[in-house]
Protein backbone atom coordinates (compact mmCIF):
# COMPACT_ATOMS: atom_id res chain seq x y z
CA UNK A 1 0.00 0.00 0.00
CA UNK A 2 2.85 2.14 0.86
CA UNK A 3 4.37 1.81 -2.42
CA UNK A 4 0.75 2.52 -4.33
CA UNK A 5 0.63 5.43 -2.39
CA UNK A 6 4.64 6.71 -3.73
CA UNK A 7 3.60 6.26 -7.29
CA UNK A 8 -0.10 7.42 -7.03
CA UNK A 9 1.19 11.11 -7.41
CA UNK A 10 3.18 9.94 -10.73
CA UNK A 11 0.35 8.24 -12.02
CA UNK A 12 -2.21 11.05 -11.26
CA UNK A 13 0.29 13.59 -13.49
CA UNK A 14 0.39 10.50 -16.16
CA UNK A 15 -3.14 10.45 -16.29
CA UNK A 16 -3.91 13.90 -16.40
CA UNK A 17 -1.52 14.47 -18.72
CA UNK A 18 -2.73 11.92 -21.25
CA UNK A 19 -6.62 13.35 -20.82
CA UNK A 20 -5.20 16.99 -21.36
CA UNK A 21 -3.47 14.77 -24.84
CA UNK A 22 -6.30 13.54 -25.63
CA UNK A 23 -8.68 16.44 -24.95
CA UNK A 24 -6.51 18.73 -27.74
CA UNK A 25 -6.50 15.99 -29.93
CA UNK A 26 -10.20 15.58 -29.87
CA UNK A 27 -10.34 19.49 -29.84
CA UNK A 28 -8.17 19.79 -33.34
CA UNK A 29 -10.50 17.11 -35.28
CA UNK A 30 -13.35 19.18 -33.91
CA UNK A 31 -11.72 22.03 -35.77
CA UNK A 32 -11.03 19.96 -38.47
CA UNK A 33 -14.21 18.91 -39.27
CA UNK A 34 -15.27 22.93 -39.38
CA UNK A 35 -12.63 23.66 -41.39
CA UNK A 36 -13.84 21.15 -43.65
CA UNK A 37 -17.49 22.05 -43.42
CA UNK A 38 -16.56 25.31 -44.07
CA UNK A 39 -14.79 24.73 -47.27
CA UNK A 40 -17.61 22.04 -48.96
CA UNK A 41 -19.78 24.60 -48.43
CA UNK A 42 -18.05 27.25 -50.09
CA UNK A 43 -16.85 25.03 -52.99
CA UNK A 44 -20.32 23.58 -53.07
CA UNK A 45 -18.45 19.95 -52.93
CA UNK A 46 -21.10 17.14 -53.03
CA UNK A 47 -18.99 14.52 -51.13
CA UNK A 48 -15.26 14.40 -49.81
CA UNK A 49 -13.08 11.88 -47.54
CA UNK A 50 -9.95 12.95 -45.46
CA UNK A 51 -6.95 11.47 -43.82
CA UNK A 52 -4.19 13.09 -41.67
CA UNK A 53 -1.02 10.72 -41.50
CA UNK A 54 1.16 12.57 -38.68
CA UNK A 55 4.27 10.73 -37.60
CA UNK A 56 3.36 8.02 -39.07
CA UNK A 57 0.13 7.58 -37.28
CA UNK A 58 -3.70 8.06 -39.18
CA UNK A 59 -4.66 10.93 -36.55
CA UNK A 60 -7.58 11.48 -38.69
CA UNK A 61 -9.92 10.05 -40.88
CA UNK A 62 -13.17 11.43 -42.12
CA UNK A 63 -15.69 10.96 -44.65
CA UNK A 64 -18.25 14.42 -45.54
CA UNK A 65 -21.05 14.36 -47.59
CA UNK A 66 -23.00 12.13 -50.56
CA UNK A 67 -20.79 9.87 -53.12
CA UNK A 68 -24.71 10.64 -55.06
CA UNK A 69 -27.00 13.41 -54.86
CA UNK A 70 -29.23 11.95 -56.43
CA UNK A 71 -29.69 8.57 -54.51
CA UNK A 72 -28.35 10.73 -51.43
CA UNK A 73 -25.99 7.94 -50.38
CA UNK A 74 -23.46 8.95 -48.03
CA UNK A 75 -19.41 9.15 -48.51
CA UNK A 76 -18.14 6.38 -46.69
CA UNK A 77 -15.20 3.67 -46.46
CA UNK A 78 -16.23 1.86 -49.40
CA UNK A 79 -16.29 4.89 -51.91
CA UNK A 80 -14.39 5.12 -55.07
CA UNK A 81 -12.91 8.32 -56.47
CA UNK A 82 -11.36 9.09 -59.59
CA UNK A 83 -7.82 10.16 -59.08
CA UNK A 84 -7.26 11.12 -62.15
CA UNK A 85 -3.41 12.92 -62.45
CA UNK A 86 -2.96 11.62 -58.98
CA UNK A 87 -2.52 8.36 -61.07
CA UNK A 88 0.96 9.39 -62.53
CA UNK A 89 2.86 8.84 -59.84
CA UNK A 90 1.83 4.89 -59.07
CA UNK A 91 2.48 4.60 -63.30
CA UNK A 92 6.21 6.05 -62.21
CA UNK A 93 6.32 4.05 -59.28
CA UNK A 94 5.16 0.83 -62.44
CA UNK A 95 8.18 2.54 -64.73
CA UNK A 96 10.39 2.19 -61.68
CA UNK A 97 9.80 -1.33 -61.20
CA UNK A 98 10.20 -2.76 -64.22
CA UNK A 99 13.90 -0.73 -64.24
CA UNK A 100 14.64 -2.79 -60.87
CA UNK A 101 13.47 -6.19 -62.72
CA UNK A 102 16.32 -4.99 -65.29
CA UNK A 103 13.65 -4.62 -67.91
CA UNK A 104 14.32 -1.01 -68.65
CA UNK A 105 16.16 2.45 -67.54
CA UNK A 106 14.64 5.58 -67.55
CA UNK A 107 17.35 6.94 -69.69
CA UNK A 108 16.27 4.54 -72.52
CA UNK A 109 14.85 6.07 -75.42
CA UNK A 110 11.22 6.17 -76.15
CA UNK A 111 11.77 4.68 -79.57
CA UNK A 112 13.08 1.81 -78.10
CA UNK A 113 10.03 0.18 -76.84
CA UNK A 114 7.63 2.27 -79.28
CA UNK A 115 7.60 1.91 -83.62
CA UNK A 116 6.82 4.75 -85.69
CA UNK A 117 7.11 7.67 -83.77
CA UNK A 118 7.62 10.99 -85.53
CA UNK A 119 11.62 12.06 -86.26
CA UNK A 120 11.24 15.01 -83.63
CA UNK A 121 10.84 12.27 -81.24
CA UNK A 122 13.42 10.47 -81.86
CA UNK A 123 15.52 11.76 -78.63
CA UNK A 124 12.53 11.71 -75.86
CA UNK A 125 13.20 9.28 -72.71
CA UNK A 126 11.29 7.79 -70.69
CA UNK A 127 12.37 10.04 -67.70
CA UNK A 128 11.19 13.01 -70.07
CA UNK A 129 7.77 11.41 -70.40
CA UNK A 130 8.23 10.92 -66.32
CA UNK A 131 9.43 14.17 -65.16
CA UNK A 132 7.43 16.47 -68.16
CA UNK A 133 10.37 17.70 -69.94
CA UNK A 134 9.81 16.24 -73.18
CA UNK A 135 8.09 18.80 -74.97
CA UNK A 136 4.55 17.17 -75.69
CA UNK A 137 1.32 18.97 -74.95
CA UNK A 138 -1.22 18.44 -72.79
CA UNK A 139 -3.80 16.76 -74.73
CA UNK A 140 -6.06 17.30 -71.69
CA UNK A 141 -6.76 20.99 -72.83
CA UNK A 142 -8.39 19.65 -75.54
CA UNK A 143 -12.12 19.69 -76.03
CA UNK A 144 -14.05 16.69 -75.22
CA UNK A 145 -14.95 16.27 -79.48
CA UNK A 146 -11.27 15.12 -79.72
CA UNK A 147 -11.59 11.99 -77.02
CA UNK A 148 -14.83 11.27 -78.23
CA UNK A 149 -13.19 11.13 -81.96
CA UNK A 150 -10.31 9.80 -80.80
CA UNK A 151 -11.74 6.56 -78.70
CA UNK A 152 -8.82 4.18 -78.65
CA UNK A 153 -5.06 4.23 -77.62
CA UNK A 154 -3.86 3.90 -81.06
CA UNK A 155 -6.11 6.79 -82.09
CA UNK A 156 -5.19 8.95 -79.04
CA UNK A 157 -1.38 8.27 -79.58
CA UNK A 158 -1.48 9.04 -83.28
CA UNK A 159 -3.20 12.09 -82.71
CA UNK A 160 -1.18 13.42 -80.10
CA UNK A 161 2.42 12.79 -82.83
CA UNK A 162 0.32 15.02 -85.16
CA UNK A 163 1.24 17.51 -82.63
CA UNK A 164 4.69 19.55 -83.16
CA UNK A 165 6.58 19.77 -80.06
CA UNK A 166 6.37 22.85 -77.72
CA UNK A 167 10.07 22.20 -77.44
CA UNK A 168 13.57 19.82 -77.69
CA UNK A 169 13.16 17.04 -75.71
CA UNK A 170 14.93 18.18 -72.07
CA UNK A 171 15.14 21.38 -72.66
CA UNK A 172 11.80 22.81 -70.86
CA UNK A 173 9.62 21.88 -68.51
CA UNK A 174 5.56 21.74 -69.43
CA UNK A 175 3.06 19.57 -67.61
CA UNK A 176 1.93 17.23 -70.26
CA UNK A 177 -0.07 13.61 -70.76
CA UNK A 178 3.65 11.81 -71.34
CA UNK A 179 2.50 9.25 -68.70
CA UNK A 180 -0.07 7.94 -71.37
CA UNK A 181 3.06 7.10 -73.36
CA UNK A 182 4.06 5.13 -70.20
CA UNK A 183 1.07 2.93 -70.15
CA UNK A 184 2.06 2.15 -73.67
CA UNK A 185 5.69 1.44 -72.81
CA UNK A 186 4.36 -0.97 -70.15
CA UNK A 187 2.48 -2.87 -72.62
CA UNK A 188 4.89 -3.68 -74.72
CA UNK A 189 7.40 -4.67 -72.33
CA UNK A 190 4.75 -7.23 -70.48
CA UNK A 191 2.63 -8.04 -73.39
CA UNK A 192 -0.57 -6.69 -71.50
CA UNK A 193 -2.37 -4.02 -70.85
CA UNK A 194 -0.85 -1.88 -68.29
CA UNK A 195 -3.42 -1.99 -65.91
CA UNK A 196 -2.48 -5.43 -65.19
CA UNK A 197 1.14 -4.78 -63.65
CA UNK A 198 -0.14 -2.46 -61.82
CA UNK A 199 -3.00 -4.52 -60.16
CA UNK A 200 -0.11 -7.66 -59.45
CA UNK A 201 2.77 -5.51 -58.90
CA UNK A 202 1.42 -3.17 -56.97
CA UNK A 203 -2.22 -3.14 -55.71
CA UNK A 204 -2.38 -7.07 -54.71
CA UNK A 205 1.26 -6.53 -52.51
CA UNK A 206 0.25 -3.28 -50.67
CA UNK A 207 -3.06 -5.05 -50.21
CA UNK A 208 -5.16 -2.28 -52.05
CA UNK A 209 -8.22 -4.28 -52.74
CA UNK A 210 -10.24 -1.75 -53.90
CA UNK A 211 -8.22 0.19 -56.25
CA UNK A 212 -8.28 -0.71 -59.97
CA UNK A 213 -7.72 1.21 -62.97
CA UNK A 214 -11.30 2.53 -64.61
CA UNK A 215 -13.07 -0.34 -66.58
CA UNK A 216 -17.30 0.17 -66.99
CA UNK A 217 -16.96 -3.43 -65.63
CA UNK A 218 -15.79 -1.98 -62.38
CA UNK A 219 -17.59 1.05 -61.30
CA UNK A 220 -19.21 -0.82 -57.73
CA UNK A 221 -19.21 1.91 -55.16
CA UNK A 222 -17.50 4.57 -57.69
CA UNK A 223 -19.14 8.15 -56.67
CA UNK A 224 -21.26 10.41 -59.38
CA UNK A 225 -18.86 13.28 -60.56
CA UNK A 226 -20.19 16.90 -60.58
CA UNK A 227 -19.58 20.39 -61.78
CA UNK A 228 -21.20 23.29 -60.32
CA UNK A 229 -22.32 26.29 -61.31
CA UNK A 230 -24.89 29.21 -60.79
CA UNK A 231 -27.33 27.07 -61.81
CA UNK A 232 -26.53 24.24 -59.35
CA UNK A 233 -25.28 20.94 -60.01
CA UNK A 234 -24.38 19.32 -63.02
CA UNK A 235 -23.10 15.63 -63.15
CA UNK A 236 -19.00 15.59 -64.69
CA UNK A 237 -18.96 15.17 -68.42
CA UNK A 238 -18.44 11.95 -70.55
CA UNK A 239 -15.60 10.72 -71.86
CA UNK A 240 -15.04 7.16 -73.87
CA UNK A 241 -13.42 4.46 -71.12
CA UNK A 242 -10.02 4.50 -73.10
CA UNK A 243 -9.72 7.65 -72.45
CA UNK A 244 -10.82 7.28 -68.58
CA UNK A 245 -8.37 4.27 -67.99
CA UNK A 246 -5.35 6.04 -69.61
CA UNK A 247 -2.05 5.72 -67.38
CA UNK A 248 -1.88 9.42 -66.65
CA UNK A 249 -5.34 9.64 -65.13
CA UNK A 250 -7.16 5.68 -64.95
CA UNK A 251 -6.83 5.14 -61.28
CA UNK A 252 -9.97 4.41 -59.25
CA UNK A 253 -9.64 4.15 -55.11
CA UNK A 254 -10.39 4.68 -51.59
CA UNK A 255 -8.80 6.49 -48.67
CA UNK A 256 -7.92 3.43 -46.93
CA UNK A 257 -6.09 2.58 -50.32
CA UNK A 258 -4.55 5.99 -50.45
CA UNK A 259 -3.46 5.82 -47.00
CA UNK A 260 -1.63 2.47 -47.97
CA UNK A 261 -0.01 3.86 -51.03
CA UNK A 262 1.74 6.69 -48.95
CA UNK A 263 2.86 4.53 -45.99
CA UNK A 264 4.11 2.05 -48.91
CA UNK A 265 6.61 5.33 -50.04
CA UNK A 266 8.54 5.51 -46.73
CA UNK A 267 10.38 2.83 -47.30
CA UNK A 268 11.31 -0.80 -48.90
CA UNK A 269 7.95 -2.21 -49.04
CA UNK A 270 7.50 -1.38 -52.59
CA UNK A 271 10.18 0.56 -54.19
CA UNK A 272 13.86 -0.07 -52.93
CA UNK A 273 16.14 3.09 -51.85
CA UNK A 274 17.61 4.25 -54.55
CA UNK A 275 13.81 4.22 -56.92
CA UNK A 276 12.44 6.02 -54.17
CA UNK A 277 15.01 8.74 -54.56
CA UNK A 278 14.66 8.78 -57.86
CA UNK A 279 10.86 9.68 -57.81
CA UNK A 280 11.19 12.18 -55.04
CA UNK A 281 14.12 13.97 -56.90
CA UNK A 282 13.54 16.60 -59.02
CA UNK A 283 14.27 16.69 -62.43
CA UNK A 284 17.25 18.94 -64.51
CA UNK A 285 17.37 20.39 -67.82
CA UNK A 286 20.08 19.53 -70.86
CA UNK A 287 20.80 23.28 -69.17
CA UNK A 288 21.39 22.38 -65.51
CA UNK A 289 18.32 23.98 -64.29
CA UNK A 290 16.37 22.69 -62.34
CA UNK A 291 12.71 22.00 -62.47
CA UNK A 292 9.84 21.84 -59.94
CA UNK A 293 9.09 18.16 -60.45
CA UNK A 294 10.07 14.43 -60.40
CA UNK A 295 8.07 11.33 -61.08
CA UNK A 296 5.11 11.76 -60.17
CA UNK A 297 5.71 14.64 -57.52
CA UNK A 298 5.63 18.24 -57.38
CA UNK A 299 8.83 19.41 -55.17
CA UNK A 300 8.65 23.18 -53.83
CA UNK A 301 8.38 24.89 -50.55
CA UNK A 302 5.35 26.76 -49.78
CA UNK A 303 5.05 28.91 -46.03
CA UNK A 304 8.31 28.28 -45.87
CA UNK A 305 7.85 24.36 -45.61
CA UNK A 306 9.26 21.70 -48.24
CA UNK A 307 6.21 19.98 -49.71
CA UNK A 308 6.06 17.01 -52.35
CA UNK A 309 2.50 17.59 -53.54
CA UNK A 310 0.53 16.12 -56.54
CA UNK A 311 -3.30 16.88 -57.28
CA UNK A 312 -5.58 15.74 -59.97
CA UNK A 313 -8.89 17.69 -61.62
CA UNK A 314 -11.08 15.81 -63.61
CA UNK A 315 -13.83 16.88 -66.36
CA UNK A 316 -16.18 13.90 -64.78
CA UNK A 317 -16.19 15.44 -61.95
CA UNK A 318 -13.39 14.50 -59.50
CA UNK A 319 -10.63 16.24 -57.59
CA UNK A 320 -7.72 14.78 -55.45
CA UNK A 321 -4.99 15.94 -53.73
CA UNK A 322 -2.27 14.11 -51.69
CA UNK A 323 0.56 16.49 -50.13
CA UNK A 324 3.76 14.96 -47.99
CA UNK A 325 5.53 17.54 -45.51
CA UNK A 326 8.82 15.44 -45.71
CA UNK A 327 10.28 17.62 -42.59
CA UNK A 328 7.22 17.91 -40.51
CA UNK A 329 6.26 13.99 -40.72
CA UNK A 330 2.74 14.96 -42.15
CA UNK A 331 0.83 13.86 -45.05
CA UNK A 332 -2.93 14.74 -46.13
CA UNK A 333 -4.65 12.92 -48.28
CA UNK A 334 -7.94 14.36 -49.91
CA UNK A 335 -10.28 12.89 -52.32
CA UNK A 336 -13.93 14.47 -53.43
CA UNK A 337 -16.49 14.39 -56.06
CA UNK A 338 -16.37 18.13 -57.53
CA UNK A 339 -14.29 19.11 -60.73
CA UNK A 340 -13.27 22.87 -58.99
CA UNK A 341 -12.62 22.17 -55.65
CA UNK A 342 -9.53 24.00 -54.54
CA UNK A 343 -8.11 21.50 -52.34
CA UNK A 344 -4.53 23.30 -52.28
CA UNK A 345 -6.49 25.82 -50.17
CA UNK A 346 -8.07 22.94 -47.98
CA UNK A 347 -5.07 21.71 -47.62
CA UNK A 348 -3.31 24.88 -46.17
CA UNK A 349 -6.06 25.19 -43.97
CA UNK A 350 -5.07 21.68 -42.42
CA UNK A 351 -1.73 21.69 -42.32
CA UNK A 352 -1.88 25.25 -40.43
CA UNK A 353 -3.20 23.36 -37.78
CA UNK A 354 -0.35 20.83 -37.10
CA UNK A 355 2.55 23.13 -38.31
CA UNK A 356 3.61 26.06 -36.83
CA UNK A 357 4.33 29.19 -38.55
CA UNK A 358 1.93 28.23 -41.49
CA UNK A 359 0.07 31.23 -41.58
CA UNK A 360 -1.28 33.16 -44.60
CA UNK A 361 1.13 35.19 -45.84
CA UNK A 362 -1.70 37.61 -46.68
CA UNK A 363 -2.64 38.10 -43.56
CA UNK A 364 0.87 40.00 -42.81
CA UNK A 365 1.10 43.68 -43.73
CA UNK A 366 3.83 45.45 -45.60
CA UNK A 367 6.88 46.79 -44.55
CA UNK A 368 9.59 49.76 -45.60
CA UNK A 369 11.66 47.98 -48.30
CA UNK A 370 15.62 48.27 -47.54
CA UNK A 371 16.61 46.94 -50.41
CA UNK A 372 14.54 48.47 -53.69
CA UNK A 373 17.22 47.70 -56.21
CA UNK A 374 16.04 43.91 -55.70
CA UNK A 375 12.68 44.40 -55.61
CA UNK A 376 12.71 45.99 -59.04
CA UNK A 377 15.18 43.09 -60.49
CA UNK A 378 11.87 41.00 -58.94
CA UNK A 379 9.51 43.49 -60.68
CA UNK A 380 11.41 43.50 -64.00
CA UNK A 381 10.71 39.60 -64.08
CA UNK A 382 6.96 40.20 -63.18
CA UNK A 383 6.95 42.14 -65.51
CA UNK A 384 8.18 39.80 -68.74
CA UNK A 385 6.03 36.99 -66.81
CA UNK A 386 2.65 39.54 -67.31
CA UNK A 387 3.55 40.15 -70.74
CA UNK A 388 4.48 36.89 -71.69
CA UNK A 389 7.87 37.65 -72.81
CA UNK A 390 9.34 33.71 -72.96
CA UNK A 391 7.62 31.69 -74.83
CA UNK A 392 6.96 28.09 -73.06
CA UNK A 393 10.77 26.37 -73.88
CA UNK A 394 12.67 29.27 -72.43
CA UNK A 395 10.59 29.58 -68.91
CA UNK A 396 12.21 27.32 -67.16
CA UNK A 397 15.39 27.92 -68.41
CA UNK A 398 15.05 31.29 -66.74
CA UNK A 399 13.23 30.72 -63.66
CA UNK A 400 11.98 27.97 -61.82
CA UNK A 401 8.13 29.08 -61.52
CA UNK A 402 6.53 26.07 -59.12
CA UNK A 403 5.25 24.15 -61.78
CA UNK A 404 3.17 27.31 -63.26
CA UNK A 405 3.22 27.88 -66.67
CA UNK A 406 3.24 31.13 -69.23
CA UNK A 407 -0.22 31.37 -69.56
CA UNK A 408 -1.24 30.74 -66.20
CA UNK A 409 0.98 33.39 -65.14
CA UNK A 410 0.23 35.82 -67.66
CA UNK A 411 -3.46 35.25 -66.08
CA UNK A 412 -2.49 35.69 -62.77
CA UNK A 413 -0.25 38.26 -63.12
CA UNK A 414 -2.46 40.71 -65.29
CA UNK A 415 -2.29 44.22 -65.02
CA UNK A 416 0.89 43.59 -62.75
CA UNK A 417 2.06 47.57 -61.64
CA UNK A 418 4.25 47.11 -58.66
CA UNK A 419 5.85 44.73 -55.62
CA UNK A 420 5.05 46.00 -52.20
CA UNK A 421 7.90 44.12 -49.38
CA UNK A 422 6.46 41.92 -46.70
CA UNK A 423 8.75 40.11 -44.75
CA UNK A 424 12.17 37.70 -44.99
CA UNK A 425 13.48 34.82 -43.45
CA UNK A 426 16.55 34.09 -43.08
CA UNK A 427 18.10 30.57 -42.95
CA UNK A 428 21.48 31.84 -41.28
CA UNK A 429 24.00 29.06 -40.73
CA UNK A 430 21.51 26.25 -41.47
CA UNK A 431 20.53 27.05 -45.27
CA UNK A 432 17.44 25.55 -46.45
CA UNK A 433 18.11 22.56 -49.78
CA UNK A 434 16.36 22.58 -52.96
CA UNK A 435 17.23 21.71 -56.46
CA UNK A 436 20.86 21.21 -55.26
CA UNK A 437 20.85 24.76 -54.03
CA UNK A 438 21.00 26.05 -50.62
CA UNK A 439 18.28 28.37 -49.85
CA UNK A 440 19.74 31.62 -47.92
CA UNK A 441 16.90 33.45 -47.63
CA UNK A 442 13.20 33.71 -48.55
CA UNK A 443 11.58 37.20 -48.92
CA UNK A 444 7.68 37.54 -49.53
CA UNK A 445 5.76 40.01 -51.55
CA UNK A 446 2.63 41.38 -52.48
CA UNK A 447 2.13 41.67 -56.43
CA UNK A 448 -0.29 44.87 -57.39
CA UNK A 449 -2.51 44.08 -60.59
CA UNK A 450 -5.85 43.85 -61.66
CA UNK A 451 -6.24 40.87 -58.84
CA UNK A 452 -3.70 41.20 -55.70
CA UNK A 453 -1.42 38.29 -55.09
CA UNK A 454 1.61 37.12 -52.89
CA UNK A 455 4.45 35.95 -53.38
CA UNK A 456 7.60 34.43 -51.85
CA UNK A 457 11.13 34.37 -53.72
CA UNK A 458 14.21 31.93 -52.66
CA UNK A 459 17.82 33.19 -52.69
CA UNK A 460 20.77 31.99 -52.51
CA UNK A 461 23.75 33.56 -50.63
CA UNK A 462 25.04 34.80 -53.66
CA UNK A 463 21.45 36.43 -54.30
CA UNK A 464 20.69 33.85 -57.14
CA UNK A 465 16.66 33.49 -57.59
CA UNK A 466 16.56 29.80 -57.29
CA UNK A 467 12.49 29.85 -57.38
CA UNK A 468 9.25 31.90 -57.48
CA UNK A 469 6.24 30.61 -55.52
CA UNK A 470 2.75 31.93 -55.52
CA UNK A 471 1.44 31.86 -51.79
CA UNK A 472 -2.31 31.55 -50.04
Not at 237 to 258: C, F, H, K
Not at 370 to 399: H, M, P, S, V
Amino acid sequence: MAEMNRFFPILLIIFLSSNLSFSRQQKQIGTIDSIVHDHMKIKHIPGLSIAIIKNNEVVKKGYYGNDNLEERTRVSRQTTFEIASMTKQITAAAILLLQEDGKLSVKDKLSKYLNDIPETWKDITIENLMNHTSGLRDDWNEPTDYFIQNDSYEKMAIAQQKMPLLFNPGEGFNYSSGPFFLGLVIKNITGKHYSYFLRNRIFLPLEMNSTFVYSTDSTNNLAIGYKWNSSGYLKGTYIPPSAESRADVGVVTTLDDMIKWNAALKGPQLLNSQSLNQMFSTGKLKSGQSIPYGYGWYNYYYRNKLMYVHGGAFRTGFNSRITIFPDEKLEIIILCNLWDANLSALTAEIAAKYISEYGKVSLLSTKPDKDKFRTQEFELLFTDLATKKYNIGELYQKINCSGFDIDELEEILKGFRKLEYIDMISFGSNPKTIYDTKIAKILYYKAIGDEITYWSFAISSSNKLIFITIED
